[in-house]
């Protein structure tokens, strides 16, 4: 498909080609100084202590989990309205999903009130998604925790920047994990981030992201080791310098890009103000959003499909974020007893629709696609 207006598109430009061949020229290309860079800067960024570079989103979740030391007989409480990473970086630990509802249709993260309402004894974790580039409620998600000893793992793959109550996305947890999808506001193509402000999370990530290895490749080139010793059972997650270098000049757009994001996004709010059978989630918001997505409720699904459709003919894409994952075929059959027991998430799920959003979209795209999506929607009655 050639989309006149895509749902998200990135900006890559001569600083990035420019880091990329300083990477290419130097003679070293799996992790070493350029990622150790992008390290620092991304946990400043964040207001975190460490970060580590890892090879995307879901490598990040699952060393998070890892780390917590979950596993069989472990459950975590996660929203179902989510990318399925969320949920299958649980399953790799051998832990469970315990799927939570989100609050409702003007607040699409977990519910606090819900997660607190379904905890079991087994419950070790609960990992929030800050869905769209909203942050959760996590002023009373932490407080639910300590009342119960939860760890908190935050998924803010949508998320780089947002803030809320003074403090940034992947900075409220225990562990934090962003992904640098060829789609999200932070992009190196694949790539992601673990944060975190604990010693001892920080170790086991460090050492379970490369085979649980006491000395790196690195090191030793540098002459710094001649050998090492396994200390943990590892995987091989490591980013290299090429993704290190662009996650380097894409951290210095991001805040500009949000800031084009949320321009656009105001700019929807205003106009969808006017259409009848629209409405626009997280209208009261707290906090800074990232503006990752622009979701918006239709009456149903059959609405949805049709103005899809419609969009699609006039070259516009819009997305569904998400279809539950406890419908999903896989989940479904391993997990039955789901069935029925999240009926907020699948109404919301049934009629969210997904806009373009991306910080060069402008204001006449913006004027476009609404003008579509009214015509759309008027012609369905
Ligand atoms: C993109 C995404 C992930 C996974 O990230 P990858 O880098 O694609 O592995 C996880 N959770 C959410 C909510 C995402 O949007």
Redesign the pocket.
């Known amino acids: 498909m050639n989309w006149k207006i895509p749902l998200a598109s990135l900006e890559i430009g001569e600083a990035e080609r420019e880091a990329v061949e300083h990477v290419l020229r130097s003679g070293w290309l799996s992790m070493g100084e350029t990622t150790q860079k992008f390290e620092r800067a991304f946990a400043d960024f964040v207001g975190v202590r460490q970060a580590f570079a890892v090879a995307?989103?879901?490598a990040a979740?699952h060393l998070a989990v890892a780390a917590l030391g979950l596993g069989p007989g472990d459950f975590v409480a996660v929203p179902a309205l989510?990318?399925v990473?969320?949920v299958s970086a649980v399953l790799y630990t051998g832990a469970e999903p315990l799927f939570v509802e989100v609050v409702g249709s003007n607040d699409l993260t977990l519910s606090p009130e819900n997660l607190e309402r379904r905890l079991t004894p087994r419950t070790r974790a609960v990992l929030v998604?800050h869905y769209g580039g909203y942050v959760c409620d996590m002023g009373a998600i932490l407080a639910i925790a300590r009342r119960h000893g939860l760890a908190v793992i935050e998924?803010a793959?949508?998320a780089p920047g947002a803030a809320r109550d003074g403090r940034r996305a992947g900075a409220f947890g225990d562990v934090g994990c962003f992904?640098?999808?060829a789609n999200?506001n932070l992009s190196t193509g694949?790539g992601?981030v673990v944060v975190t402000d604990r010693d001892d999370l920080a170790e086991r990530i460090r050492l379970m992201r490369s085979h649980g290895m006491t000395t790196s490749t690195w090191d030793r080139w540098q002459g710094h080791a001649w050998s090492y010793d396994v200390v943990e059972l590892g995987f091989n997650y490591r980013l290299d310098e090429m993704r290190a270098a662009l996650g380097l000049v894409q951290l210095e757009r991001v805040e500009a890009g949000n800031r084009r994001r949320a321009e656009c996004a105001a700019r929807y709010r205003e106009l969808l103000a006017e259409v009848r059978g629209v409405t626009v989630p997280f209208s009261r918001y707290e906090g800074t959003s990232a503006h990752h997505l622009f979701p918006v409720l239709l009456r149903d699904s059959f609405t949805r499909a049709h103005v899809m459709e419609a969009l699609a003919r006039d070259g516009i894409q819009t997305s569904i974020h998400y279809p539950p994952v406890h419908l999903f075929q896989y989940y479904r059959k391993r997990f039955p007893h789901f069935a029925g027991t999240l009926p907020v998430t699948e109404d919301l799920a049934g009629r969210e629709l997904t806009l373009p959003l991306y910080p060069s979209l402008g204001e006449r795209n913006v004027e476009t696609v609404v003008a579509a999506l009214a015509r759309a929607l008027a012609d369905r009655g």
């Open positions: 995307n989103g879901t979740l989510t990318f990473a969320s998604v998924d793959a949508h992904s640098l999808f999200k694949e992601g």
